[in-house]
């Protein structure tokens, strides 16, 4: 079973310009931003919800660790929001490394987050996902997630 633990600095300056990065191209293809105008937006995003980094409260950032492997496989970031009714944890990323996609790993890391947000407080987990994100989506249904909200759009153009 995966184990999540909490990152490190150094694994935190690691995942941070990467993240940056392809948090900006995925909302380029969803059509919110502009290639010129993301970068510097999606920084933005970042530096408003992590402006301590990983000693930024409410914020939980983890490292995944196959413990059986002692190999970090992917990371996990999710942040603990009071609600007026109830305590919610948000997925803000999770990433599996390349070398261990399609192995479970995002399933596990899923299931064990549900113990932590509990011991959180958190009686929720909700998250966000590009629609063109299929593999993700699969998987979160698969785990019992539930949509909540869909936006479409057709391009005109082609």
């Not at 399933?107 to 959180?120: C, D, G, I, M, W």
Request: hydrophobic letters at 35%; a negative charge.
């Amino acid at each position: 079973m995966i184990a999540l633990r909490p990152m490190t600095e150094a694994e935190f300056q690691s995942y941070l310009e990467p993240a940056i990065a392809d948090y900006a191209q995925e909302h380029v293809k969803g059509g919110r931003w502009t290639e010129e105008e993301a970068l510097e937006e999606s920084r933005k995003e970042y530096n408003g919800l992590l402006p301590n980094g990983i000693a930024t409260p409410n914020q939980y950032l983890y490292t995944l660790v196959d413990p059986e492997r002692q190999q970090n496989v992917g990371m996990l970031w999710v942040a603990i929001r009071q609600k007026p009714d109830q305590c919610e944890a948000f997925v803000y990323d999770v990433r599996i490394d390349e070398a261990f996609q399609r192995h479970g790993y995002g399933s596990q890391a899923f299931r064990e987050l549900e113990h932590k947000v509990r011991e959180l407080g958190a009686s929720k987990i909700a998250l966000h996902v590009f629609g063109h994100n299929h593999a993700a989506r699969e998987m979160y249904k698969k785990l019992g997630y539930e949509e909540t909200n869909v936006m479409m759009a057709k391009d005109l153009a082609s």
